[in-house]
């Protein structure tokens, strides 16, 4: 069976720091695209990045580019994605998901997908 987990959200401070994991079994990283997505309450799902464990390509949306940032290693199947300088417009479900092709994972459409972990960021 295919899992993608997410966890490591919770409710922080702006300003401050998260570290969200996203642990996959039923399928090996690396032949795929891993990619992390949010979204608010009342607002469309937003792709905010992703890795492509095939050609080690990334990509950052401009919301988060220099403050978020993807890491992991695709022989032990989990991604991470730490969040610095956390805004309060960064509170959002966020999710996890995978597919072969990137851009069909850019564009919403994984295979795979997460069931999210919230993040909270209010004073």
């Known amino acids: 069976e295919v899992r993608l987990v997410e966890s490591g959200g919770g409710e922080v401070q702006p300003g401050e720091s998260l570290r969200l994991s996203c642990a996959a079994t039923g399928f090996s990283f690396g032949d795929y695209a891993i990619g992390w997505f949010r979204q608010a309450p009342g607002k469309e799902r937003e792709e905010i990045s992703w890795?492509?464990?095939?050609?080690?390509?990334?990509h950052y949306s401009d919301s988060v580019k220099g403050r978020f940032k993807m890491s992991g290693d695709a022989t032990d199947n989990t991604v991470y994605l730490q969040m610095n300088s956390l805004k309060p417009e960064d509170t959002a479900l966020y999710y996890c998901?995978?597919?072969?092709?990137?851009?069909?994972?850019?564009?919403?459409?994984?295979?795979?997908w997460g069931q999210g972990t919230q993040v909270t960021v209010s004073s």
């Open positions: 890795i492509s464990y095939v050609d080690s390509r990334t």
């Open positions: 998901a995978a597919d072969l092709n990137p851009y069909r994972l850019s564009e919403g459409n994984a295979h795979y």
